[in-house]
């Protein structure tokens, strides 16, 4: 399980960036016979633009009629 990392930034959409880039750095940390591919990060310099993608297994579970998904770490 990946430690948390404290953002810096202050906005939801900074917050996203941030987390979504330290959790690429971690699964590129991996020995890359075994590294998860779960994450990525496209910068388009020209248009300003980044996109950013995350694929995470999850448990469902379900209570009083409301069902949730709870995110599985894949990284140690």
């Known amino acids: ?14 917050q996203a960036f941030e987390i979504l880039n330290a959790l690429q750095d971690s699964e590129l940390a991996q020995p890359e016979a075994t590294r998860p591919n779960r994450v990525t990060v496209s910068y388009d310099t020209e248009g300003l633009t980044v996109t950013l993608g995350l694929t995470m297994n999850v448990t469902p579970s379900s209570a009083g009629g409301s069902r949730t998904f709870t995110p599985l770490a894949y990284l140690p």
Request: zero cysteines.
């Open 1 to 14: 399980m990946a430690a948390a990392i404290t953002t810096t930034a202050t906005t939801l959409e900074g």
